[in-house]
Nanobody, 123 residues
């Protein structure tokens, strides 16, 4: 059983940056691909980014290409989401998730989920 805990959310102004972290425990972190999803009020949870077990392959939603970056540190059992040039439409609860399927873009591909961290982009 893998436990995931997100941190780093908060309030940021448009154009600002934020880095989220997701710490994993209870499993062998390097066995899992990782993903970040987000859910805005009244909307479905959507894929944002994914990264394979080694960090050599990454996957991005079109809406965040060029602004968001995913990375991981297997020695620290942590995956990161660096968010730059934030927009009000990026406001959402951000979730990290772990997968062993080798697929990244659908909710059903993931076995474990964190509780989420709120990101609010507003002036």
């Amino acid at each position: 059983q893998v436990q995931l805990v997100e941190s780093g959310g908060g309030l940021v102004q448009p154009g600002g940056s934020l880095r989220l972290s997701c710490a994993a425990s209870g499993g062998t972190f390097s066995n899992y691909g990782m993903g970040w999803f987000r859910q805005a009020p009244g909307k479905e949870r959507e894929f944002v980014l994914g990264i394979n077990w080694s960090g050599r392959s990454t996957y991005y939603a079109d809406s965040v290409k060029g602004r968001f970056t995913i990375s991981r540190d297997n020695a620290k059992n942590t995956v990161y989401l660096q968010m730059n040039s934030l927009k009000p439409e990026d406001t959402a609860v951000y979730y990290c998730a772990a997968t062993r399927t080798g697929r990244y873009q659908s909710l059903i591909d993931y076995d474990y989920w964190g509780q989420g961290t709120q990101v609010t982009v507003s002036s």
